[in-house]
């Protein structure tokens, strides 16, 4: 049996939309991938063009609908910052004192040591409760929220 043009030309347009969907997120291109597959079987059942177009907006539709929930999921807002962002917004202590002029400096977030620098450039003393307001390299720019503690 020979596969007739319009056949071929549903499952190369799913294929095309199944690569392309590897760049890009949110599973809709994957959704017509589908779609298009179902074109492929109205012409493969000998369906004239214009149902076959009808079953490639219909599936393709409900493919886009089903696929939401779980698209949201996969590639929405994760609720745990991974890397280096991870310390972005905690407190740390400062264990060195931080001294812009020395390009001195070392805090300790939950229980990791860090090189750290201030945001505006001024001296903070051990002790201290900072905040981290960013990452640069392999330092943390922080800003003080507490002096240390009186003796």
């Known amino acids: 049996m020979v596969l007739n043009t319009f056949v071929w030309g549903w499952l190369i347009l799913a294929m095309i939309l199944f690569v392309a969907e590897i760049f890009t997120a949110g599973f809709v291109l994957a959704a017509f991938g589908v779609g298009a597959l179902a074109g492929a079987l109205a012409a493969l059942f000998g369906l004239s063009i214009?149902?076959?177009?009808?079953?490639?907006?219909?599936?393709?539709?409900?493919?886009?609908?089903?696929?939401?929930?779980?698209?949201?999921?996969?590639?929405?807002?994760?609720?745990?910052?991974?890397?280096?962002?991870?310390?972005?917004?905690?407190?740390?202590?400062?264990?060195?004192?931080?001294?812009?002029?020395?390009?001195?400096?070392?805090?300790?977030?939950?229980?990791?040591?860090?090189?750290?620098?201030?945001?505006?450039?001024?001296?903070?003393?051990?002790?201290?409760v900072v905040e981290v307001v960013a990452v640069d390299g392999t330092r943390l720019i922080v800003r003080q929220i507490a002096a240390p503690p009186e003796s």
Request: charged fraction near 25%; avoid cysteine.
């Open 50 to 128: 214009p149902v076959q177009l009808i079953v490639f907006v219909v599936v393709s539709a409900a493919a886009v609908l089903l696929s939401r929930r779980f698209a949201d999921r996969v590639s929405g807002e994760q609720p745990q910052k991974v890397g280096v962002d991870r310390v972005l917004g905690k407190q740390a202590v400062v264990l060195e004192a931080i001294d812009p002029l020395r390009a001195h400096g070392m805090v300790r977030v939950d229980r990791e040591e860090w090189r750290a620098q201030s945001q505006d450039g001024s001296m903070i003393p051990v002790e201290s």
